[in-house]
C-alpha cells in the first residue's frame, strides 16, 4: 500500500495482480488523497470480497520523514488516532545500498494473521514495479529501469531476471523530477495565489501535466538552449530547491535571457532541453557502462508521464524496446511496492495484470429527478454517437489503473466536430488549450497517425498524418500532435468495441475520449455522481443508457 500522496492498496495472490484501487477513485475523492486511516486497507480488501486474513504479507511504500519525523515515515492515523508509520527511505543509498533491502517494522500491525509489515525503497517500487509489468519480464529478459520521480533525480538501474537482483548504476545529473512543475510555477498561469484558499502539494502535483499541454502554446527557441546550459552548470548539488532557483532566476532575468518570449515560449524550450538534456546523459552513460550492447529500457516515476520525454527516449533508438506502465507516478507505487516483495519471493517475476483492474462500478444509486434510463448495447450507443453527435459519459467494469482515462471511465464523442474539444474543456470546466485524447483502433492507427505505432496507455507523442488533422479536428493538439490511445476490438472493455462500431457505421476509426471525474477528483464511481453532475445528456453503463431531461 502506499500511505502518502496518491494513495492506494493493490493486492498481488501468487504473481496475478487482483486488485489495485487508487483512493482518489473511491467516493468522488480529490486527485492525489492519501489513505483516511491504515483500517481502510482491510475495508478496501473487504468491499473486493477478499478476507484481511487471508492476506500473508503486508508491504507499505517508502518515503521522506515527515512532518519533523528524524526517519523515513508516512504521517497517519489508524482507527482514528494519529500515528507516525517508519517506512523504509524513499531511495536506496540512504540507510542502504541495495535497492531491495528488505525492512521490516512492528508499528503496527493490519491483522492479527500477519503482524507488522515490510516496506521497501520508493525510489525501488518504480522500478520493480515497472518491470515487472513489461514484456522484458515476462519474456525473462533483463532491462534497464530508469526513474525520475518527484523527489530524486533521475537514476538508472540493471534489472537482472536470471539472478533476481536491481542493482544501481548511477544518477544521471543532480535534478529532481519535480524540476518541470517548480519551474513552470513561477510563470502564469502555473503561478501559486498566494491569496487562494487550498493545498499547495495538491496544486504543484496538478502542474506538470498542465503545463506540457500549455507548451504547445509557445515555441521551443533552441538557440537559448546555452541560456540553459550555464543555469545547469551553475547547480553544485543535488537538491529539490534546484528547481526554485532556475525558475526565480529565470522569472527575474527574463528580459536579459529571454527577450521578447512569451510565457509558453519558456515553457516549452524548458521542456524540450530537459528532454534533451535527459537524453544525452542517458546515451553518454549507457555507452559507458554498456558499450556495444543494446538493452530493453522501463521508464518509472512520475517525469515518465511527459510523453514528450518518452518519444525523444523512443526515437533515439538507443534502446531495444522501450516499456512504460500506465501507472509510472506515484499511483502504481502500490503496485510497486507489493512487486518488489514478488521479485524476492521466488515466485514468477512477471507480474499477471490487466489495466482494467481499478475499483468495479458501484451501484447505480438514486439518480436526479426526470432521468431516464432504456437498454442500450454497444452497436446502438455507436449508432448515437454517430447521429446525434452528443458526448456519452462511459462508465462501465473496472476502472482503469494509473491517471488516465482508458475507456471505462471515459467520455466518448465524436472527433469529426470542430468545436467538440472546446464542447469537452467547457463541460469539464477545463483551460481551453487542455488537449482531447483520440480513442484510434490499433488496426488503422499507423494510418492516421505519426508514428502510429500501438500507444495502449497514452504515452508518447503521435503527430497528425496529412488529411486527417481535418477529418478529426477534435483531438488535434495546439502544435498538431495526440496524446493517442490505440485499442483493439478483442481488447474486454465496452468502449473498445463501440469504436469498433462507430468504424462500421462512420468509416471514421477515431473517437475523442477524455476522463470521466469531477473536476480536481478521481474518476467517477457510479451512475448517481454522474447524473448528478449532469452535465452531458447521456450516460452508459453496463448496457443501460441513461438520459439527462435537462439536456
Request: proline share 7%; aromatic share 8%; hydrophobic share 40%.
Amino acid at each position: 500500500m502506499k500511505a502518502s500522496h496518491d494513495g492506494g492498496v493493490a493486492l498481488i495472490d501468487g504473481n496475478r495482480l487482483v486488485l489495485s484501487v487508487e483512493i482518489e477513485k473511491l467516493g468522488n475523492n480529490p486527485r492525489y488523497s492519501r489513505l483516511r486511516d491504515l483500517e481502510q486497507v482491510c475495508e478496501i480488501l473487504r468491499d473486493h470480497g477478499v478476507d484481511p486474513a487471508d492476506v500473508d504479507q503486508f508491504v507499505v511504500d517508502g518515503w521522506w520523514p515527515e512532518k519533523g519525523a528524524s526517519t523515513p515515515s508516512v504521517s497517519t492515523t489508524a482507527n482514528g488516532a494519529p500515528l507516525t508509520l517508519p517506512v523504509a527511505p524513499y531511495v536506496d543509498g540512504v540507510g542502504a545500498l541495495d535497492p531491495l533491502e528488505r525492512y521490516a517494522f512492528t508499528a503496527h500491525d493490519f491483522t492479527a494473521n500477519a503482524p507488522g509489515y515490510v516496506s521497501y525503497h520508493h525510489a525501488s517500487n518504480h522500478a520493480v514495479g515497472s518491470y515487472c509489468t513489461s514484456p522484458f519480464a515476462a519474456r525473462g529478459e533483463d532491462s534497464l529501469a530508469l526513474v525520475w520521480d518527484g523527489g530524486i533525480s533521475p537514476r538508472l538501474y540493471h534489472v537482472s531476471a536470471q539472478a533476481r537482483t536491481v542493482r544501481p548504476v548511477a544518477p544521471l545529473f543532480p535534478v529532481t523530477g519535480n524540476i518541470f512543475a517548480d519551474f513552470c510555477m513561477y510563470f502564469d498561469p502555473f503561478r501559486p495565489d498566494p491569496a487562494a484558499e487550498g493545498d499547495n502539494e495538491t496544486h504543484h502535483l496538478s502542474v506538470a501535466g498542465k503545463a506540457m499541454a500549455y507548451a504547445a502554446l509557445g515555441a521551443c527557441d533552441r538557440d537559448a538552449f546555452p541560456v540553459f546550459d550555464r543555469l545547469f552548470e551553475e547547480l553544485t548539488s543535488i537538491s529539490t530547491e534546484n528547481a526554485d532557483e532556475l525558475g526565480a532566476r529565470v522569472a527575474a532575468e527574463r528580459d536579459q535571457l529571454f527577450p521578447g518570449r512569451s510565457n509558453a515560449d519558456i515553457i516549452a524550450t524548458f521542456q524540450e532541453y530537459v528532454g534533451e538534456m535527459l537524453l544525452r546523459r542517458l546515451t553518454d552513460l549507457v555507452k559507458q557502462r554498456f558499450m556495444g550492447q543494446r538493452l530493453n529500457l522501463c521508464l518509472g516515476g512520475g517525469c515518465a508521464l511527459n510523453i514528450k520525454w518518452n518519444s525523444v527516449i523512443r526515437n533515439s533508438g538507443l534502446f531495444r524496446d522501450v516499456w512504460i506502465p500506465p501507472f509510472p507516478n506515484d499511483s502504481g507505487a502500490a503496485i510497486g511496492t507489493a512487486a518488489c516483495e514478488l521479485f524476492r519471493s521466488g515466485e514468477p517475476a512477471a507480474l499477471e495484470w490487466d489495466v482494467y483492474s481499478g475499483p468495479r462500478v458501484g451501484p447505480v444509486g438514486e439518480l436526479p429527478q426526470g432521468w431516464t434510463s432504456r437498454p442500450c448495447d454497444e452497436r446502438e450507443l455507436a449508432l448515437l454517437l454517430h447521429t446525434e453527435g452528443e458526448p456519452v459519459v462511459v462508465i462501465d467494469g473496472r476502472a482503469e489503473l494509473g491517471p488516465r482515462a482508458l475507456g471505462n471511465r471515459s467520455i466518448l464523442a465524436p472527433a469529426v466536430d470542430p468545436g467538440m474539444k472546446k464542447r469537452l474543456n467547457e463541460i469539464k470546466n477545463r483551460a481551453g488549450y487542455r488537449p482531447v485524447a483520440p480513442l484510434c483502433l490499433t488496426s488503422r492507427s499507423a494510418e492516421i497517425f505519426d508514428p502510429g505505432t500501438p500507444d495502449r496507455y497514452m504515452l508518447f507523442d503521435h503527430q497528425m498524418r496529412p488529411g486527417w488533422a481535418e477529418r478529426v479536428p477534435a483531438i488535434v493538439h495546439l502544435d498538431g500532435s495526440a496524446r493517442l490511445q490505440t485499442i483493439d476490438p478483442s481488447v474486454d472493455c465496452a468502449a473498445s468495441r463501440v469504436l469498433a462500431a462507430y468504424e462500421a457505421l462512420s468509416g471514421v476509426p477515431v473517437l475523442c475520449n477524455t476522463s470521466a471525474n469531477l473536476n480536481g477528483s478521481g474518476f467517477f464511481p457510479d451512475v448517481a455522481s454522474v447524473a448528478a453532475w449532469g452535465r452531458t445528456k447521456y450516460i452508459w453503463s453496463a448496457g443501460v443508457l441513461y438520459v439527462n431531461p435537462r439536456s
